[in-house]
Structures are given as structure tokens and as C-alpha cells.
């Protein structure tokens, strides 16, 4: 059974930190990685998706990384800013019917 | 193209009631799944539907039932609500393609007192 962890559970950096956070899988059989942003009391928005063949996607300040040997996929945000405060989750996308395993997520406190 | 659209946006409900919440998406996915998100639970598969029709169990199904007569449509049923119930209930959709990402709506939020 595939399990996703998220550490660590909540973080507070100061505005202009670079910062990466961090996701395990225990099922190395994924199809991809996915990483999701969700501000307080709203829905899921997607980030990053790497698919199993690559080892990372970049989008503006933000870079994926997967290892799939490892079992591990991180999340690095550079020059943080306060509107990168949110909650953030990494799912892995595995089986016939793309499921996703999401792990609890990291709480993210960028200070100004 | 309004995506993966939920109703009812928040609901509160007394124990034992019984309640359905929609969920219908615009995008021709064959793939429709619901989850909930609890606090410190992350979100867990509920039932999910990979075609019209069908439907099959997630991770939590119990308490719940479910029903996808028409393709763009996912319903979730609650026959008799449970406190333990209270969440935050997210419908998503996604095409039939290996590794493809899904496409969520904004969420449910309902309590049961």
C-alpha cells in the first residue's frame, strides 16, 4: 500500500529564504508526482507534476525533483515571498485509475 | 469551460440526516473521484467512478454511497449523516491516461452536529 509523507509538518522561514520541502513515497511504482498549493479554506492548486521518466520541472521560483529509487520527490521555492504562505501537498499518481495518495501536507509561514 | 464545478458550497447537517452533494465536470473526463480532507489526515479517496456507470470503493468508503448515471456527473450520498463526517469534501476528474493529473473542484465544506 502506498504511503506519502510530508516533512516537515509546518515551517516559518523570513521573507527571501530560500526553502525546500519534502515528500517520501514507500511504492516506487508511480506513474508521476505531483505537487499541489492549497491557501486556507480553498481548493487545490496543481504546481508541479514530474512524470516518472523525468527528475525534475521547473515553473518560475519553484523546482520539483523526483527520485523514484529513493522513494522521495522535494519541492524547492526560492526567494520566498508572503504569498507563498499556504499549505502544501505532494501526491503520487500510481494505478489503472490514476489514483492519488496525497500526503498531509507542509504548512507554509512566510514572514515579511 | 467552467472545470469541475461542486454543490453545495457549505451544509450543515443534524445527525442522521441524509443529504447529496453534485459534483459535474465540463471537460469529457471519464475518470471522476471524491475525496475528503481532514486536519492532519490529508485527503483520502472516498469512491471514485471510471466511467459511466461504474463506480468502485476508495480508501473511507463507509457511511457513503454513490451514483454516476450521466458521465459529467458524480454524485456522493450520505444516508444517515455522522458526526464523524464533518469534513471538507473535494470532487476531481481526469481523462484516461496513464500518469494524467486531476482536475479538482473547490470543495464541499459540511458539518454534522
Known amino acids: 500500500k502506498q504511503e506519502v509523507t510530508q516533512i516537515p509538518a509546518a515551517l516559518s522561514v523570513p521573507e527571501g529564504e530560500n526553502l525546500v520541502l519534502n515528500c517520501s513515497f514507500t511504492d516506487s511504482a508511480i506513474y508521476n508526482l505531483q505537487w499541489f498549493r492549497q491557501d486556507p479554506g480553498k481548493g487545490l492548486t496543481s504546481l508541479l507534476l514530474i512524470q516518472s521518466s523525468q527528475r525534475e520541472q521547473t515553473s518560475g521560483r519553484l523546482n520539483a525533483s523526483l527520485d523514484k529509487s529513493s522513494g522521495r520527490s522535494t519541492l524547492y521555492i526560492a526567494a520566498s515571498q508572503p504569498g507563498d504562505s499556504a499549505t502544501y501537498l505532494c501526491a503520487a499518481i500510481g494505478g489503472a485509475t490514476n489514483k492519488l495518495i496525497f500526503g498531509t501536507g507542509t504548512l507554509l509561514a512566510v514572514q515579511p | 469551460n467552467a472545470g469541475v464545478t461542486q454543490t453545495p458550497k457549505f451544509r450543515v447537517l443534524k445527525t442522521g440526516q441524509s443529504m447529496t452533494l453534485l459534483c459535474a465536470q465540463d471537460m469529457n473526463h471519464e475518470y471522476m473521484y471524491w475525496y475528503r480532507q481532514d486536519p492532519g489526515m490529508g485527503l483520502r479517496l472516498i469512491h471514485y467512478s471510471v466511467g459511466e456507470g461504474t463506480t468502485a470503493k476508495g480508501e473511507v468508503p463507509d457511511g457513503y454511497n454513490v451514483s454516476r448515471l450521466k458521465k459529467q456527473n458524480f454524485l456522493l450520498g450520505l444516508e444517515s449523516a455522522a458526526p464523524s463526517q464533518t469534513s471538507v469534501y473535494f470532487c476531481?476528474?481526469?481523462?484516461?491516461?496513464?500518469?494524467?493529473?486531476?482536475?479538482f473542484g473547490p470543495g464541499t465544506r459540511l458539518l454534522v452536529l
Open positions: 476531481a476528474s481526469g481523462h484516461v491516461v496513464d500518469g494524467e493529473t486531476q482536475y
